[in-house]
């Protein structure tokens, strides 16, 4: 499964995991996960296609090495999202741990900054009978055009089938 990943760092950290409708697949924290403890987490639920933060100044090295395991896009918002915004979105979706409500509002801002593009993609799909919407999704994420990515899936289930 493709995902959008939100991480909190810190002495307790957190992940979020949408899938790339932007539904919450996944949420969980832990205390004192280095990096290869989140990049176990993360692969237990799927395919990081971003890894995101809710904070800009917070592409910490932690951050970078989790993203560069998975060669994702790393995402930071413009500016720091105001904790009245985090606690509505924490209320809505039932998350009550602090540092997985940041990593969610982090995992939330990468789905909307996608979300028009990824739509687009969900249309073109059937549109032009593609098959596996999700990694026609991942390569629109990885910045290939519309017409790279279906050009890619198409010549990809031509070679599973020879």
Known sequence: MHIIVGIDTGKTSAIACLDLNGRLVHSAHMADAG?????SAIQAVGVPDVIATDKPESTGLVIRKVN???NSVLYAPRKSIPLS???????ENNIKNPHERDAYVAAMGAYNTYAN???QAERAARERNVDDID????????RYSMDEAVRNR?????????
Do not use: G, Y
Not at 85 to 91: C, D, G, P, V
Not at 135 to 142: C, R
Not at 154 to 162: E, I
């Open 68 to 70: 560069a395991a998975f």
């Open 85 to 91: 915004e985090k606690k509505i979105a924490a209320k």
């Open 35 to 39: 990096v290869s403890r989140l990049v």
């Open 117 to 119: 593009k990824l739509k």
């Open 154 to 162: 198409k010549a990809n289930r031509l070679q599973r089938s020879n």
């Open 135 to 142: 990694a026609l999704k991942s390569k629109i994420i990885h």
